[in-house]
Each structure stands twice: as structure tokens, then as C-alpha cells.
């Protein structure tokens, strides 16, 4: 027996050194991501911070009370993942599990209770299913994908597909709500509880020696214990019942519920690349719509009915759309996140009457026939975080007056178009983080104006006309993430040491340059004077990288638009 008990203790030991280690993982790798993200990125999330709550969430109540509000918790999780996950089969496979949970746990309660020696099996159920619900599959599925990227696959935050499945996976993961706050709590509290419940039922047993003569018999005073645990016990035995029936029965409507939605799956326009299949729905619920416009002309419609309420990307490749889109089709969807024109004769863009809606936060016209900028660009709404206007082929300027209209924008994308120099008004637009000027016709680095903009993380000035190393915007800022590859900069008399670890690093790319060409195999070379390798591969379809020597911009054009 004590073998057999030592084998449990070093079980549970196991058991919960992982579920703590992984939880640690799961806590830092979360606040990484969310305290290390650029401010585009948490509020793309709609991360909630709530009030100070300076009560306690919790009071005492019996146990059955507070593992059925735990029950309750992992069952309206499972339908909110529902709503956010792309990924039917993760959300059906995590519907399974919180079943299986709600029938196996009140099942193996039952059996602890006539078998008192055998409860460990209950704890240790109940400890290992309250972590993969709580945290396991969350940081398996989501956060482990998410960090992968972050630090190993930074390109594939630009794909669209990418983009809107982890941006609501990442929604469904972050507290969003005070009552969302409350599950997830529920959640990491019980699964807490039930480690240290199994911990303490396999620690080794401590007898404790009464003296005799502290003894006290108390019969004479009332009836025996054991007809007072008689009468205790049988509302305690009802009570049971009806917490065993309620589990078995909601845990069976889940998984069967869960299965039979999966099979049934409604079918989606054929622009449709992704959709969610919330419970309780038979309609589509598009997420991300892709719409290739094989004849230009025809008009665009965007229909709820079709593509359901919960459209979060629209993607427009080949429309002609002269005098642009429609912003009263947007109006119906209150989820969508961002509108991407791609390959059209967009030459102006009126606001219309109902304008845009509140909640877009990415716009992007990508090789278009824009020679200013229209209307509905320079009236964005105020939630927009990010701008693209790449590839208008005769847009060589900006107006200052546009500052006032994007001063909110945390990035600016305006690649592949005639700029002949840095707007110098860029310097009011205190919120930029990101800043891409790359394959114009620049020939100055502002060093000053760059170096004041406090937010600014990231600046690509590749394939434009820059001579010279901005040596001063280094100096000051340092710690600024610079690609100037392609450029005819000259080498420098002498290269400081900083300098040397950032090209070796990466953090400042000058493949191509007459510079980099001077230090050797300091850098790399790239696979044409037209593509700069962060454009390469980066799941947004440029011209300048779609030839044969850079493998057809690596399959980022296929399906006749960015990825």
C-alpha cells in the first residue's frame, strides 16, 4: 500500500509542477505578447481592463455550489470560443472536453464518496481537466502559435487569413468584458483548487497522539454521531443526486449538441476563406470574404444574409471600382475590422452620406490609379490604426493638411508610389510605429523630424535614392528597426561599433547598398535590386518582388491577391 501510495504522490507531484510550470509559461508568453505589443496590436485585441476590484470575486460556498458555477463558466467559454474560432475543430474538440468533464467528474465524485481510498482518481481527473480547460488548450492552440510568430515568423502578422484568425482567437483568450473577466477567473481559480486538493490528499499522513486523559465522550449529552451523520446525510445524499443529474445531463447535451452542430456546418458564398459556426446558428458566419472580381465591372455587394453579421475582413482583388466603394454596404457588419482594395482603377473615392464605420481599424488600396488622396482616405475613422496606399503610380505627394486626419494612426504603408521626399509634416503624427516609405523616389533621410516621432519602432526606406547613412537618426535612436536596402548609400569612413551590431543583428537591413557591399559578409544580398528581402515572403502581393528570380514574390500573389 505504501509503494502504491508513493507512486500516487509522485503522480500528483508531476501533475502539478507541469500544470504550474505551464501556467507561468502561459501567464508570461500572454503578458509578453500583450505588454511587448505595439498599441496597434492590443487594441486590434479589444484587451479589457477593468476597475480595481478591491473585494474579494469569491466567498465561501459548498463545493457543489461552486464546481457547478465552474461548470457553468467552461460551458459559456466553450460557446464564446464558438463565436471567435475559425478552427471549427478546435472549438468542437473543446466542446467535447468540457462534456466530458461535466459527466466523468460528478460520476467519479460518486465513486470517491463509496470508496473513500480511491479519491485520488477523482482529484486527479478533476486536476488535469480544469487545467486543459482553464489553460492547456488555450496555450497550446492559441498562445504557442502566436508567440511562434512574434519571434520567429514576424511576416505572417501581415497575412489577412493569419491576421483574422489569431486577432479572434486572441479576443476570445483576453478578458473582454467584466462578466468575461469572471469566467476565466472561475476557471484559473478552480483549476488552482484542484491541484492543491490533490496535493494534500497524497501528502504523507501526519498522526496526530491524543492523551487520554483530553478524552471527552459527549453521548449523554444528545443522540450518537452517528444517527446526527444519519440525518446530515440524507439531504446531503439529495442534494448529490440532483448535482450528479444536472452534470451528466448538460455534459451529454454538450457533446452530442457539439458533434451534431460540427457535422452541420452551413455552406458559405465561395468567397468566403473563413468563418466561425457559433451554437444555436445554422446560418454562415464569414469572417474573412475575399472577393476576386472576375468581370471588373460588375457591380460589388456585400450581403449580411449571405455572409452573416459577423464579417471581419473584406478583400476586394480586381474590381474596378473608378470612383470607389460603397461604405453603406459596410454599415450592417458592427464586427468588421479592416477593408483591402487590391488591382483596381480606383482614380477618387467619395465619402458618401453614412461615412465609415466606427470600428474599422485597417485600410488598405494596394496598386491603384491614384494620383491624390480622396475623400474617404482623408476622413478615416478614428479607431483606424493602420493605412496602405502602395502602388499608386502617380501619387508624388502629400498635403500637410492630412495630418490632422491621421494623426491617429499607429502605421502608415505607402510603398511603391512616386514620393520624391519625406512629408515633413510626419513629425505631428505622434501615435506612428510603424512607417514604410520603401520603392519611391526619396533622396534624404529627415534625421531630426524621425528622431522626434517617440513612437516610431519601425521605418523601411528600401529601393528609393538615399546617398548617404543616416548616421545621425542612428545615433539618436538607436534602438530603430531600419530597412534601407537597395539604395546607392555610400560607405562610410568609419563604421561605428553600434552600427556593425545592428547590420549583424538585422535590425538594419542594407542588402544591396554600396555600404553594405564595402563590409564584406557582414550582409546579406537579396534576390533582386527591386525586392527587399522584408518584402519578400511577407504575405502581401508586391509588383516590384513578382519575377522569376524571387520564386514569383514566394507565392504571396497566388490567388490573385495577398494572402
Request: overall charge neutral; proline content about 6%; glycine content about 6%.
Amino acid at each position: 500500500m505504501s509503494s502504491k501510495r508513493e507512486r500516487l504522490r509522485y503522480g500528483a507531484y508531476v501533475i502539478a509542477i507541469l500544470k504550474y510550470v505551464l501556467s507561468a509559461a502561459y501567464c508570461l508568453i500572454l503578458g509578453y505578447l500583450v505588454g511587448f505589443s505595439l498599441t496597434t496590436e492590443q487594441l486590434a485585441v479589444q484587451v479589457f481592463a477593468g476597475p480595481t476590484l478591491t473585494a474579494p470575486l469569491f466567498f465561501f460556498a459548498p463545493r457543489l455550489a461552486l464546481q457547478a458555477f465552474v461548470t457553468a463558466a467552461q460551458v459559456l467559454q466553450a460557446y464564446h470560443l464558438s463565436e471567435r474560432a475559425v478552427n471549427t475543430r478546435l472549438a468542437t474538440i473543446n466542446a467535447i472536453l468540457v462534456g466530458v468533464s461535466a459527466i466523468a467528474s460528478p460520476l467519479l465524485l460518486l465513486y470517491a464518496a463509496s470508496h473513500p481510498d480511491r479519491k485520488h482518481y477523482y482529484l486527479f481527473f478533476t486536476s488535469l481537466s480544469s487545467f486543459l480547460l482553464a489553460t492547456g488548450i488555450a496555450f497550446a492552440c492559441i498562445v504557442v502559435p502566436v508567440g511562434y510568430v512574434q519571434v520567429y515568423d514576424l511576416k505572417a502578422i501581415n497575412s489577412l487569413a493569419w491576421g483574422t484568425e489569431y486577432t479572434l482567437l486572441i479576443r476570445y483568450l483576453v478578458p473582454n468584458s467584466p462578466l468575461d473577466l469572471l469566467e476565466k477567473m472561475t476557471l484559473r481559480l478552480a483549476s488552482w483548487v484542484n491541484v492543491q486538493r490533490l496535493l494534500r490528499a497524497v501528502a504523507p499522513d501526519v498522526t496526530t497522539t491524543v492523551a487520554a486523559s483530553t478524552m471527552m465522550s459527549f453521548s449523554p449529552l444528545g443522540p450518537s454521531l452517528t444517527a446526527v451523520k444519519r440525518a446530515v446525510d440524507r439531504p446531503r445524499r439529495r442534494l448529490l443526486f440532483i448535482y450528479v443529474a444536472f452534470h451528466v445531463l448538460l455534459g451529454a447535451t454538450v457533446v452530442i449538441y457539439a458533434i451534431v452542430h460540427a457535422c452541420r456546418r452551413p455552406t458559405c458564398p465561395s468567397g468566403c476563406r473563413l468563418a466561425t459556426a457559433p451554437w444555436f446558428s445554422r446560418a454562415c458566419h464569414c469572417t474573412y470574404y475575399h472577393l476576386e472580381c472576375l468581370d471588373p465591372d460588375a457591380a460589388v455587394q456585400l450581403s449580411p444574409e449571405l455572409l452573416g453579421p459577423d464579417l471581419f475582413h473584406v478583400q476586394l482583388t480586381g474590381c474596378r471600382l473608378e470612383h470607389g466603394f460603397n461604405l453603406s454596404l459596410l454599415v450592417p457588419f458592427k464586427t468588421l475590422f479592416g477593408l483591402t482594395i487590391e488591382f483596381s482603377n480606383l482614380t477618387d473615392w467619395p465619402l458618401g452620406p453614412n461615412g465609415w464605420p466606427d470600428q474599422i481599424m485597417a485600410v488598405n488600396v494596394r496598386y491603384s490609379n491614384l494620383s491624390t488622396i480622396p475623400q474617404a482616405l482623408t476622413t478615416l475613422p478614428a479607431q483606424c490604426k493602420t493605412l496602405t496606399i502602395a502602388g499608386s503610380a502617380h501619387l508624388d505627394s502629400l498635403p500637410a493638411s492630412l495630418v490632422s486626419s491621421w494623426r491617429h494612426l499607429g502605421s502608415l504603408i505607402l510603398n511603391s508610389n512616386q514620393l520624391t521626399a519625406v512629408p515633413s509634416w510626419l513629425d505631428g503624427l505622434t501615435d506612428l510605429e510603424v512607417l514604410v516609405l520603401s520603392g519611391n523616389q526619396i533622396q534624404v533621410v529627415p534625421d531630426a523630424m524621425l528622431a522626434a516621432m517617440p513612437s516610431l519602432t519601425f521605418l523601411k526606406l528600401a529601393q528609393n535614392n538615399l546617398t548617404a547613412f543616416p548616421i545621425d537618426l542612428f545615433a539618436s535612436r538607436p534602438e530603430l528597426d531600419m530597412d534601407l536596402s537597395n539604395n546607392p548609400i555610400a560607405p562610410l569612413p568609419s563604421l561605428p561599433t553600434a552600427l556593425m551590431r545592428a547590420i549583424t543583428s538585422g535590425s538594419v537591413v542594407l542588402d544591396g547598398t554600396p555600404l553594405c557591399s564595402s563590409l564584406g559578409s557582414a550582409c546579406n544580398g537579396g534576390c533582386s535590386p527591386m525586392c527587399s528581402r522584408s518584402e519578400l515572403g511577407d504575405r502581401v502581393c508586391q509588383r516590384n518582388c513578382f519575377d522569376e528570380v524571387c520564386a514569383w514574390d514566394l507565392g504571396d500573389c497566388a490567388g490573385g491577391g495577398s494572402q
